[in-house]
């Protein structure tokens, strides 16, 4: 049975050079080892056993490196364990031995995607769609092409959309019958899903401006979706008056759009979207004056419909004249609702009208009902059920804001512009509105006005909330790489210290890393020095880390090896010693020891694959060194995926690291692949990390020269010279590796 299993799967049989089958053969020992473990693998995997299942393909992939079989398992297993850095990297090596492995490819073009890497994910997924597929895998073409049309317009490629949605519909039309028998699709299924990419590529046509086939798309989706033998779904067929009126607004013909939209809305549909096009069609139209009336008259005949009542109120809000009446009814459905759609409809009103410490006050009277009393000495009473539904309204309420500002940045700048000019009238908010508004600052890396906020915050926080108000305001305050005002910050708690439920070796943590940055030696190491002595256990390794890269912002690069090999003796935990293992191969680097730098990183990857800083700093100093290239482009390339990961889990607005983006335009530019590398340097360039970052300045400057464009190299440098000059920190890598002085040698090449 488990035999039959694994030839099911494919896993090949070894290869037989002379001996292959004599007793006691090593490679036939070693294929049958492989093969146990691909079987007993395959069998817990479908047992949900993932770690197990994970252990025993990496040694069947070991013990036999030239199968393929346990490398396309350990995929679907890496990604159903949620470790997708591990599921893209072995992928690739899959694709590597066998670039017609549609299933890989496609499930790494989702991997890709969902790291957030649209370029590589758009090209693995070509590969998927062009490789040969059998009518027996006709379930998996229309799954690929489907794919690669939604990677294709998130990149906003709308041409290639269009191609690959056209070959879904091929396969799901001309060629039905097969991708039945596929067994993927029933053929109400099949028909169904031919709707679907018909209405897509409607959608993708009026983005091209190809109006006529966009409607013909259009039609043909209503059709399949009214047809009772086919897809049988009325309520999708009707539809296509609204995607019509699109089709005919975006063609510049609102008469036509209104037509085709009034029929769709007397299906009362539950969006704001119909009822907001309506009023725009209607201004288009030079009838301004028509939309309250008619948004009026659908409220009328519908009114439970929040979403057009949202609507109406907005359009009230437009005018002066009846603004009132719609700021009354903009209350009204926001104390209904908290969907995030009418949040929306509300939350835009107020900022199209120029008022946006309206949508300030919403989140004040949400922080209000969930602040809790300010009496600390007797318990917190019980909410009774009316004050608990209150609380909870008002927490989705401040979430379903949020949301909308984090999606919409510029919703948020209009915010945060408003909330600058409230700091500077004086104007008193709670400290959770502080507190969100410093976040939303922070996120949109308004790093000024994050930094104010966390004062404000900090200032109005209760002993439950301090020590968020800080470590907000001390991040903030490092990213934007202010060290005299970290060390400020810090001097000030530790005055105070015996009012803050906080640990003393906190701040001197941070001020230790402050005061090194600033050069001030002696202070700095006192620092470091009492955070030790301060620490509790859960945070020793920390500060005997800080102190390792205290001695580095020094330059005192031996003594900051010397620190971390005692620290790495006196910690034997494998996850601390790789953290202590990459803050020593700085310090190697650092000391000019590029061979013990390399080794330190090299055994962290071994242990550690997805270590992105560590795969980012090996592929940046072999690139440097120009050397084993395709290696450091491959170890740059996996560690940007696997930091990309990690950023959209977290949520961070900068959806890239600009150092490892600046690590593979280094790459590329070694390789001799100018134009490449111009554009991840321009990327990194646009991100805030990179605009202030001096070597991705330097490393553009040096691109755009060979590149034969000097005036633009020249100006490049001067950002770079600019930034190295103004770095405040001692230890500024670019003053630390001599580049300041090389970037004014090569100002002077240029006219």
């Known amino acids: 049975m488990v035999l039959a299993l694994i030839l099911a799967l494919g896993f090949p049989p070894p290869a037989e050079p002379p001996g292959a089958h004599a007793p006691g053969s090593p490679r036939l020992d070693a294929h049958k080892d492989a093969v146990a473990r691909f079987g007993a693998a395959v069998l817990n995997a479908r047992r949900d056993r993932l770690l197990t299942a994970a252990k025993q393909l990496e040694a069947a992939a070991a013990a036999d490196p030239d199968a393929t079989a346990p490398l396309r398992e350990l995929v679907r297993v890496y990604t159903r364990a949620g470790r997708e850095p591990d599921a893209i990297r072995v992928a690739r090596r899959v694709l590597d031995k066998d670039p017609h492995d549609i299933e890989t490819a496609h499930t790494l073009a989702k991997l890709l995607a969902d790291a957030g890497d649209l370029k590589e994910a758009v090209a693995v997924a070509k590969l998927a769609a062009d490789a040969p597929t059998t009518a027996a895998r006709a379930d998996q073409a229309v799954a ?26 091929g396969w799901l039309t001309d060629r039905r019958k097969e991708v039945v028998a596929a067994g993927a699709f029933t053929p109400k299924e099949a028909d169904t899903a031919a709707a679907e990419c018909h209405e897509r590529l409607g959608k993708v046509l009026t983005a091209l401006g190809q109006f006529d086939p966009a409607g013909d798309a259009f039609a043909a989706a209503a059709k399949l979706y009214a047809d009772p033998l086919k897809a049988n779904d009325p309520a999708a067929a009707a539809r296509l008056g609204w995607n019509l009126s699109g089709v005919l607004q975006a063609k510049g013909d609102p008469v036509a759009a209104l ?104 989140l004040d009277r949400a922080f209000l009902v969930l602040k809790d009393p300010e009496d600390k000495s007797e318990p917190r009473p019980v ?65 000024g006005l994050a930094a104010d906020h966390f004062q404000h915050a900090l200032s109005r926080a209760t002993r439950e909330t301090v020590g968020d108000a800080y470590g907000g305001l001390l991040t903030v305050l490092v990213t934007a790489r202010k060290p005299a ?105 650092g000391a000019k020891k590029p061979a013990e730098a390399e080794a330190e990183l090299r055994a962290i990857l071994e242990v550690d694959p997805d270590h992105a800083g560590a795969a980012n700093d090996l592929g940046f100093h072999l690139a440097d060194q120009g050397r084993d290239l395709a290696e450091a482009e491959r170890l740059v390339r996996h560690a940007l995926a696997a930091d990309r990961l990690d950023r959209r889990r977290s949520g961070d607005a900068e959806p890239e690291n600009a150092a490892y983006l600046d690590s593979l335009g280094w790459v590329l530019f070694r390789r001799g692949q100018l134009p490449e590398a111009r554009a991840e340097l321009e990327r990194a360039a646009a991100l805030h990390a990179g605009a202030t970052d001096p070597v991705v300045w330097d490393h553009l400057g040096d691109v755009l020269f060979r590149l034969g464009e000097k005036a633009k190299a020249k100006a490049a440098w001067e950002k770079a010279s600019e930034l190295y000059e103004a770095d405040a920190r001692a230890g500024g890598r670019g003053r630390r590796d001599g580049r300041a002085d090389e970037v004014k040698r090569k100002l002077k090449r240029v006219p």
């Open 144 to 169: 690929v092409f489907r794919d690669l049309a939604t990677l294709c317009e998130r990149a906003g490629d709308h041409a290639a959309a269009e191609a690959a949605l056209k070959r879904a519909i």
């Open 259 to 362: 037509a085709r939209l009034e029929p769709f809305l007397k299906l009362k549909p539950a969006s704001p979207d119909p009822y907001a096009r309506l009023a725009k069609l209607l201004r288009e139209a030079g009838r301004d004056g028509e939309a309250v009336p008619a948004l009026r008259k659908l409220a009328a005949a519908d009114p439970k419909n929040i979403h057009l009542r949202a609507v109406l109120a907005a359009e009230l809000a437009r005018d002066p004249v009846t603004r009132a009446d719609g700021d009354a009814l903009l209350r009204e459905v926001g104390a209904e609702t908290n969907d995030p759609k009418v949040v929306g409809v509300v939350v835009r009103s107020h900022l199209e009208t120029g008022r946006p410490r309206e949508v300030v006050a919403d």
């Open 383 to 447: 909410d009774t059920p009316e004050k608990a539904a209150e609380r909870a309204f008002a927490g989705e309420k401040a979430r379903a804001i949020g949301e909308v500002l984090r999606a919409d940045r510029e919703a948020a700048v209009a915010l945060l512009g408003a909330a600058a000019d409230d700091i500077r009238a004086g104007t008193k908010r709670t400290h959770a509105v502080h507190y969100f508004l410093a976040q939303l600052a922070a996120r949109h890396r308004h790093l």
């Open 485 to 589: 005002e970290v060390a400020r910050v810090c001097r000030e708690a530790l005055r105070t210290l015996d009012t803050l439920p906080l640990a003393p070796h906190y701040f001197n943590y941070y001020l230790a890393g402050a005061l090194a940055d600033l050069g001030q030696e002696k202070e700095a190491l006192a620092a470091a020095d009492a955070a030790i002595l301060q620490t509790a256990d859960g945070d020793r390794l920390t500060v005997r880390l800080q102190k390792v890269y205290v001695l580095r912002a020094l330059g005192k690069w031996d003594e900051a090896v010397e620190a971390g090999r005692k620290v790495y003796d006196e910690f034997p935990g494998r996850a601390d010693r790789l953290r202590v293992r990459y803050a020593l191969a700085g310090a190697y680097w």
